[in-house]
């Protein structure tokens, strides 16, 4: 029930005229009360409606900034706004970037040969499951063998042994013990014809990623060929047959080739270090040519993006309710707009000269054909553009999000919290004079006591 009319619900329900000098006085709020804070007739609080209106526009216009800066997050570098990319005419060598402010315009790669890793096979058994090979002990040894000096250099990681049991001394029991012990190499039983091999191959490539197999056999014969675990080991330098026992399918290798006439080797196929802020990527030998430069559709769609983004900013923002605050962001959002820029003097660019720019409408527009040309004569410079047009938004958008509109939310939500406090106060008074009655007129009162009530509630603060 409206507080200030109880009054006249109390007088009429007693048929009191208005000029009964009994009459009970207008109870209620006081004028500004009963105006922005006052009770419904289903005992609701009423908000105050400009409150609740510019609440709900700086909610959306929270939400505007959000989606302006969650759009542009992904363009707000050059790189982002058109990613430079190797363009390779050989598909089996090409390059992926990794810095490109560091890359040349182009460069020419000879590959001479490849880095591998090493591979072993052994000779043949008659099954892979039944028959123990023989029992013992493998020591697998990663190193560097040199064949003009016939020597094996070991590396600084230890040697790993693995115990070889009648339990697990089959083919594929030992070769599922060499993939359980991670000792640098990989195994697997192969088949040939109606026999099978153990197949051993190193992880990495290059020639510091050799190994060796040394065996302690049980026979107490380490090296022989004949039969037992020995016949398993490979020492690249020893004699084949006496511990040098299985084939060399492939041996370790580093990568050999030039770029630009300068040589290089490494010890991967992805070779970093060749080309200044890239890194080569080789499957084969041979030639290619491989241009760097940056991708003119992905920098067509980062314009249209940057264009469709503000105007979608504008449009929600311009449905707001009208205040200095509102204007104020939107005017910010623009001027970071309209302010980008990169380079100087002769190479400066604005968004205009490559032909982004805000129509008579209001709205953000590209002219494609004019950017093209624009990103073809100077693909750095528009790209670079690009990145400081979104970064400059973003960085407005943050200053808004996190300054003023962040304050004046939560000062406008803790007024409208303790108006509507005010307010429920007042209702709890009320219903704490009258909540043991049924009904407000559940009594038969006179004129006399109806005007000593309204009197109470009056100095009672109502």
Do not use: C, H, W
């Not at 609740?52 to 363009?75: C, E, H, N, P, T």
């Not at 049980?218 to 084949?240: H, M």
């Not at 040519?289 to 979608?312: C, H, M, P, W, Y």
Request: glycine share 10%; proline share 2%; charged share 20%.
């Amino acid at each position: 029930m409206n507080l200030s009319n109880l009054s006249d619900i109390l007088s009429r329900s007693y048929g009191l005229a208005s000029n009964d000098p009994y009459r009970l006085p207008n109870i209620g709020f006081n004028a500004a009360e009963r105006g922005a804070n006052a009770l419904g007739i289903d005992g609701n609080l009423r908000q105050p409606s400009s409150s609740l209106v510019r609440l709900s526009d700086y909610g959306k216009l929270q939400s505007a900034l959000s989606r302006l800066k969650g759009s542009l997050g992904g363009i707000d570098t050059a790189d982002e706004a058109a990613t430079v990319s190797g363009v390779s005419d050989n598909k089996l060598i090409t390059a992926s970037v990794d810095k490109s402010s560091a890359l040349p315009k182009s460069a020419a790669i000879e590959v001479g040969q490849k880095a591998e890793s090493q591979r072993l096979q052994s000779q043949t058994f008659i099954d892979r499951d039944s028959t123990i090979i023989g029992t013992g002990s493998i020591t697998i040894e990663q190193g560097r063998f040199n064949s003009g000096t016939n020597s094996f250099t070991a590396s600084a990681k230890p040697a790993t042994t693995i115990s070889i049991s009648a339990g697990n001394g089959t083919l594929s029991g030992i070769a599922n013990e060499i993939n359980r012990a991670n000792a640098g190499v990989s195994a697997k039983v192969v088949q040939d014809g109606s026999n099978f091999r153990l197949e051993v191959t190193g992880k990495d490539t290059g020639t510091e990623q050799a190994f060796r197999i040394r065996v302690s056999d049980s026979d107490n014969n380490n090296t022989d060929n004949a039969q037992g675990l020995s016949r398993l080991a490979f020492d690249p330098t020893e004699v084949p047959g006496t511990g040098r026992n299985q084939t060399q399918l492939r041996a370790a290798q580093d990568a050999e080739l030039t770029v630009d006439g300068r040589a290089f080797v490494s010890g991967s196929n992805q070779v970093k270090g060749a080309v200044n802020g890239a890194t080569l990527n080789i499957e084969a030998t041979g030639s290619a040519r491989i241009d760097f430069k940056r991708d003119v559709v992905q920098a067509s769609g980062s314009a249209k993006r940057l264009a469709e983004t503000l105007n979608d900013f504008r449009a929600q923002a311009g449905s707001l309710q009208s205040d200095g605050l509102s204007r104020r962001i939107s005017s910010d959002i623009d001027r970071a707009f309209s302010g980008a820029e990169t380079g100087q003097g002769r190479d400066r660019l604005t968004l205009a000269q490559v032909g982004i720019e805000t129509a008579s409408d209001g709205r953000v527009t590209v002219d494609d054909a004019r950017f093209k040309r624009a990103f073809e004569a100077n693909p750095d410079g528009v790209a670079s553009l690009l990145g400081n047009a979104a970064d400059r938004i973003e960085t407005a958008g943050n200053a808004a999000l996190n300054g003023q509109l962040r304050t004046t939310t939560a000062s406008l939500r803790a007024s409208t919290q303790a108006d509507g406090n005010s307010a429920q106060a007042r209702q709890s008074q009320l219903q704490s004079l009258f909540g043991n009655q049924t009904s407000l007129l559940s009594y038969s009162p006179t004129t006399r006591n109806l005007y000593g009530l309204a009197q109470y509630l009056a100095v009672a603060g109502f």
